[in-house]
């Protein structure tokens, strides 16, 4: 039987093809300047560290610098009067049980939070502290000025964006602070407002990613991004319920086990100077799960915990 002249030269390419992508997922540096990362994000504090004080508040960010964490994950709303304040929810309903959207109120006219919170991502677990107080993103830098901070932004506010950029300029923290923003919409006009700023990959972004790499391209392409935050699958139906439906959620956990969570994936981009961030993890099993898999670092609701799992897993940690 004769070969095809089409399979004669298609294969042999192929085989090239596929042996070029593995030796340079394995090697990204022979075509990559790694990029070099102000700050280590080991321990991420997830709305400041929202399991163990109320979210978003003074007292969560101390508790969690007291705890040696690297960086905290906030997000960003603005009031009807221009400040940039700390806020999850547009609406304060769930927050301080008052049903007014904070682009409604002046700074001033901001109600406190509830007593207690639920964790959102350990539920029946709530949070307590002393400190109800709404804070302003000046406030957290002026108080904090050279702690690292991802900030994410959840609307294509250019008000919103432009005072945050300037914020971060003014404070002089373009290399300690991230753009976040599940929507790459957003995050063209976060990068157009201050393109110094360091951003993660966005919803689409990351599908993209995973993409290139099943497809072996990912070595052979640029990635301006310096932060894949992700979940982690395992927590889907557990911690995670993205969907309403069980099923549904079960699909989702197998699929994004099946797809993300791969060594070979996590370590090109780590060659390639990405820090790899699983969120939100509050428990030690995934805390295990993440490193294992040779995460840069992992973001939670307990910062003591994830503290108490580095100090005692010091090789885990640094193996990642």
């Known amino acids: 039987m004769t070969m095809s002249p089409l399979l004669y030269y298609a294969l042999p390419t192929l085989g090239s093809y596929v042996m070029l992508s593995i030796f340079f997922l394995r090697r990204p540096r022979l075509l990559h300047t790694p ?16 399991g163990e004080r109320l979210e978003h508040t003074i007292e969560a960010m101390e508790n969690s610098m007291a705890q040696r964490s690297d960086f905290l994950e906030l997000d960003c709303q603005l009031t009807r009067d221009g400040v940039v304040v700390l806020s999850h ?7 301080s049980g008052v049903n007014r959207d904070v682009s409604s109120l002046d700074f001033e006219e901001l109600p ?10 350990s539920p029946g677990h709530f949070a307590h502290g002393s400190d109800r107080r709404m804070v302003s993103l000046e406030d957290v830098f002026r108080r904090f000025p050279r702690m690292p901070m991802s900030v ?15 914020l971060v300029r003014h404070f002089d923290r373009n290399e300690i602070t991230i753009w ?25 972004r ?5 993409l290139l790499y099943y497809l072996g391209l990912l070595p052979f392409v640029h990635i301006p991004e310096r932060f894949f935050i992700c979940f982690l699958p395992t927590i889907i139906n557990r911690t995670y319920f993205p969907f309403p439906c069980s099923g549904l ?14 060594k070979s994936l996590i370590q090109h981009l780590e060659q390639r100077g990405v820090q790899v961030i699983f ?29 108490h799992y580095l100090d005692n897993h010091r090789g885990a940690a640094q193996a990642s």
């Open 279 to 307: 969120w939100c993890l509050n428990e030690e099993s995934d805390f295990e799960a993440a490193y294992s898999l040779g995460a840069t670092g992992v973001m939670t609701d307990y910062p003591t915990a994830l503290r």
């Open 89 to 95: 929810d547009e609406n304060l309903s769930r927050q």
């Open 249 to 262: 959620n079960k699909l989702a956990a197998m699929v994004s086990k099946w797809l993300i969570m791969r």
């Open 112 to 121: 406190l939070y509830k007593e207690e919170l639920e964790v959102y991502f």
């Open 206 to 210: 990351g599908l993209w990613l995973v």
């Open 180 to 204: 976040a923003s599940e929507k790459s919409s957003i995050m063209k006009k976060c990068r157009a407002a201050n393109p110094e700023m360091p951003f993660a990959f966005t919803i689409t």
């Open 152 to 166: 994410e932004v959840k609307k294509g506010n250019e008000e919103l964006i432009n005072k945050i950029a300037g």
């Open 35 to 50: 990029w070099a990362p102000a700050f280590q994000p080991r321990l991420g504090a997830h709305r400041a560290g929202s």
